[in-house]
Antibody, heavy 117, light 110 residues
Framework: EVLLVESGGGLVQPGGSLRLSCTAS????????MTWVRRPPGKGLEWVSG????????HYAGSVQGRFTMSRDNSKNTLYLQMSSLRGDDTAVYYC??????????WGQGTLVTVSS | QSALTQPASVSGSPGQSITISCTRT?????????VSWYQQHPDKAPKLIIS???KRPSGVSNRFSGSESGNTASLTISGLQAEDESDYYC??????????FGAGTKLTVL
């Protein structure tokens, strides 16, 4: 069974930084691309970033480009999202997800990030 | 503004059928062969219910079906049940591990 568990969310002040982690199990982590998707309160899903299985290919949504850095440690089956220069509109539940063949197939339960003073 | 346009809300009575449309408004969005649909209940993770326009993952009720015509993909839910009340999102793969989501449609079962 695929299991994705996010951690690291919390309250942070505007301009601050936070690192999210996602621990994966139940599949060969290094063989799959991974992605982060967020859902701001009262709004819809927004794709944030994606990374290839090797970690060599990275892509970001324009809204986070230059502020967020996605990475992975295949030896630890862990995905990361380093977020800096956080703004109020970054407040959201952040989901870690596994992708395959152009599909987002499995999702974690999410971790809440609140950016507020 | 999303490159995929969905109605903000739809409603139907138990037993009825409803259809949610998803219209591509940008050429940056990929082929509709790669359109997927997700269901998200409050405070739950999204769940894949339709892939590649019309394929149902194992375990998804056959009351859910997908189709496409021109620039519009559609999700149809037949025999509406109270448990179908949820948010529904269309999603298109744009290549290189990037995706575009529609703004979402809130389904109310009357």
């Amino acid at each position: 069974e695929v299991l994705l568990v996010e951690s690291g969310g919390g309250l942070v002040q505007p301009g601050g930084s936070l690192r999210l982690s996602c621990t994966a199990s139940g599949f060969t982590f290094s063989s799959y691309a991974m992605t982060w998707v967020r859902r701001p309160p009262g709004k819809g899903l927004e794709w944030v970033s994606g990374i290839s299985g090797s970690g060599g290919s990275l892509h970001y949504a324009g809204s986070v480009q230059g502020r967020f850095t996605m990475s992975r440690d295949n030896s630890k089956n862990t995905l990361y999202l380093q977020m800096s220069s956080l703004r109020g509109d970054d407040t959201a539940v952040y989901y870690c997800a596994k992708s395959a063949g152009g599909l987002i197939v499995d999702w974690g339960q999410g971790t809440l990030v609140t950016v507020s003073s | 503004q999303s490159a995929l346009t969905q109605p903000a809300s739809v409603s139907g009575s138990p037993g009825q059928s409803i259809t949610i449309s998803c219209t591509r408004t940008s050429s940056d969005v990929g082929s509709y062969k790669l359109v997927s649909w997700y269901q998200q209940h409050p405070d739950k993770a999204p769940k894949l219910i339709i892939s590649e326009g019309n394929k149902r993952p194992s375990g998804v009720s056959n009351r859910f079906s997908g189709s496409e015509s021109g620039n519009t993909a559609s999700l149809t839910i037949s025999g509406l049940q109270a448990e179908d009340e949820s948010d529904y999102y269309c999603c298109s793969y744009a290549g290189s591990n990037t995706w575009v989501f529609g703004a979402g449609t809130k389904l109310t079962v009357l």
